[in-house]
């Protein structure tokens, strides 16, 4: 019995402790468990998370094993090597995979029916991992994908065109990584063209911004990365914006990793495609209009994603 107030972290690092920390914050739940192969951090992280539960809303968060999570609703996926200095999110895809098919593997063992929620790199292989190695439904297992990557994309559109982040519509879709593009033929400022308003605001060619922009998102892990060792406040964010459209079943949008069978002409692999999120999961994979050029690029997004599912045999 899935008990939808309850969801569990599995990974205690940087990026499993932000997402539990903005969970708590956002009072969504009433119990969450954490996991960790370093059990006594699973503990220190649930201690010190816990007490600032006098500053938000009552819950109860511990450490536990995965008898614990059997009735988790959402399982949020953290655990795995982390992200080093000048290595891509595909240099992690061997090493992660293994990590990935043993958490599976417990999961399946205590017959866990909520949602999988994958947030380790590189997110869209280990979605497929997860996916295959689970035998769930497909709608059950999700990737974050590129929601941090849209958020960065609005982000800098609105610093750019001082304009209102959340007036900005606009998505980054594919592989979250290198290949990932920018669907630019649908960006609009509440309704207005892209293009249309960046001339109301004095440009007469953006072309070169969004240029700037486009790869300012792309690489925005390896700046910070190279900065301060690792990225975990935006994705903690981003993980709980899913967790919350799941729990709240709000069918909200957002360009997570799903399985794709047959939308753009592609099957076979996860990718970050504009999905409905709510209770069930990914709801519905959106096939939304993209221009030719952007077919292409995510087309070829597409088949570099394959080559690396080939080499750890997962096509």
């Given at each position: 019995?899935?008990?939808?107030?309850?969801?569990?972290?599995?990974?205690?690092?940087?990026?499993?402790?932000?997402?539990?920390?903005?969970?708590?914050?956002?009072?969504?739940?009433?119990?969450?468990?954490?996991?960790?192969?370093?059990?006594?951090?699973?503990?220190?992280?649930?201690?010190?998370?816990?007490?600032?539960?006098?500053?938000?809303?009552?819950?109860?968060?511990?450490?536990?094993?995965?008898?614990?999570?059997?009735?988790?609703?959402?399982?949020?996926i953290t655990a795995g090597a982390n992200?080093?200095?000048?290595?891509?999110?595909?240099?992690?895809?061997?090493?992660?995979?293994?990590?990935?098919?043993?958490?599976?593997?417990?999961?399946?063992?205590?017959?866990?029916?909520?949602?999988?929620?994958?947030?380790?790199?590189?997110?869209?292989?280990?979605?497929?991992?997860?996916?295959?190695?689970?035998?769930?439904?497909?709608?059950?297992?999700?990737?974050?994908?590129?929601?941090?990557?849209?958020?960065?994309?609005?982000?800098?559109?609105?610093?750019?065109?001082?304009?209102?982040?959340?007036?900005?519509?606009?998505?980054?879709?594919?592989?979250?990584?290198?290949?990932?593009?920018?669907?630019?033929?649908?960006?609009?400022?509440?309704?207005?063209?892209?293009?249309?308003?960046?001339?109301?605001?004095?440009?007469?060619?953006?072309?070169?911004?969004?240029?700037?922009?486009?790869?300012?998102?792309?690489?925005?892990?390896?700046?910070?990365?190279?900065?301060?060792?690792?990225?975990?406040?935006?994705?903690?964010?981003?993980?709980?914006?899913?967790?919350?459209?799941?729990?709240?079943?709000?069918?909200?949008?957002?360009?997570?990793?799903?399985?794709?069978?047959?939308?753009?002409?592609?099957?076979?692999?996860?990718?970050?495609?504009?999905?409905?999120?709510?209770?069930?999961?990914?709801?519905?994979?959106?096939?939304?209009?993209?221009?030719?050029?952007?077919?292409?690029?995510?087309?070829?997004?597409?088949?570099?994603?394959?080559?690396?599912?080939?080499?750890?045999?997962?096509?």
């Open positions: 019995m899935v008990n939808i107030q309850k969801a569990a972290v599995i990974g205690c690092g940087f990026v499993g402790s932000t997402i539990a920390y903005t969970l708590m914050q956002k009072g969504l739940f009433s119990e969450m468990v954490l996991l960790d192969a370093n059990h006594p951090k699973a503990e220190g992280e649930a201690m010190d998370i816990s007490h600032g539960l006098p500053f938000a809303h009552a819950m109860d968060i511990y450490a536990g094993t995965y008898e614990d999570i059997a009735d988790a609703s959402v399982v949020i992200q080093k200095p000048g290595e891509t999110r595909l240099d992690l895809v061997h090493k992660n995979a293994k990590i990935m098919k043993a958490i599976i593997s417990e999961i399946k063992r205590v017959k866990c029916e909520g949602i999988l929620l994958v947030v380790s790199n590189p997110v869209d292989i280990l979605t497929q991992v997860a996916l295959r190695e689970s035998g769930f439904p497909k709608e059950r297992v999700i990737g974050s994908g590129t929601v941090l990557d849209t958020a960065r994309l609005k982000y800098l559109i609105s610093e750019k065109l001082n304009v209102d982040s959340r007036n900005v519509h606009a998505f980054i879709a594919g592989e979250h990584g290198d290949s990932e593009l920018a669907v630019w033929s649908c960006a609009n400022i509440y309704g207005i063209g892209l293009e249309e308003f960046a001339r109301m605001k004095g440009y007469a060619d953006f072309e070169k911004e969004k240029d700037e922009i486009y790869h300012a998102v792309r690489d925005s892990a390896y700046e910070i990365i190279e900065r301060k060792g690792a990225t975990y406040y935006g994705i903690g964010m981003a993980a709980a914006k899913i967790a919350e459209a799941i729990v709240r079943d709000s069918h909200t949008v957002a360009p997570v990793s799903v399985s794709l069978n047959g939308e753009y002409g592609l099957s076979g692999l996860c990718l970050s495609i504009p999905s409905v999120i709510g209770r069930g999961g990914a709801e519905q994979v959106l096939e939304i209009y993209l221009d030719r050029e952007e077919t292409e690029k995510l087309e070829k997004s597409a088949e570099e994603l394959k080559s690396v599912l080939g080499e750890i045999d997962l096509l």
